[in-house]
């Protein structure tokens, strides 16, 4: 997501940072001046403000207060990948086997089903 924003009108100094408030979570942004690109979840709600920074003569930083916060939501996206599946069990002769699946650290919205693929050992 693109976040961009109108600089404050008197910034009582030279602006040396902006801090993006997300989901009540400050960020520093590492920029100056608009715009900036935040990274995102998918099917995620977000509430986002932003503030301004100045540095004061002693060197504190000083910042002013956020702005309006805007609110939208992700659309659905494509998950990030699982984590390896973990063997629990597996028959003597190794017809059968069952495996542990643990979602995505990332699912980026509601997982419907998983698509596991094997090859045999040593196969070409």
């Not at 801090?19 to 986002?48: C, H, M, R």
């Not at 599946?85 to 003597?92: D, F």
């Amino acid at each position: 997501v693109t976040l961009n924003w109108i600089p404050p009108a008197t910034p009582n100094g030279v602006i040396t940072k902006y801090i993006a408030n997300v989901n009540n979570e400050p960020k520093a942004i590492q920029v100056t001046a608009p715009p900036f690109n935040l990274s995102v979840d998918g099917d995620t709600s977000y509430n986002i403000s932003i503030q301004a920074c100045t540095t004061n003569r002693l060197g504190e930083t000083e910042c002013g207060p956020l702005s309006a916060p805007v609110s939208f939501r992700t659309p659905i996206g494509a998950p990030g990948a699982p984590a390896i599946p973990m063997k629990e069990s597996a028959t003597a002769d190794g017809s059968s086997i069952v495996l542990k699946l643990t979602a995505p650290a990332h699912p980026n919205g509601p997982i419907h089903q998983y698509v596991v693929v094997y090859h045999p050992e040593n196969s070409t």
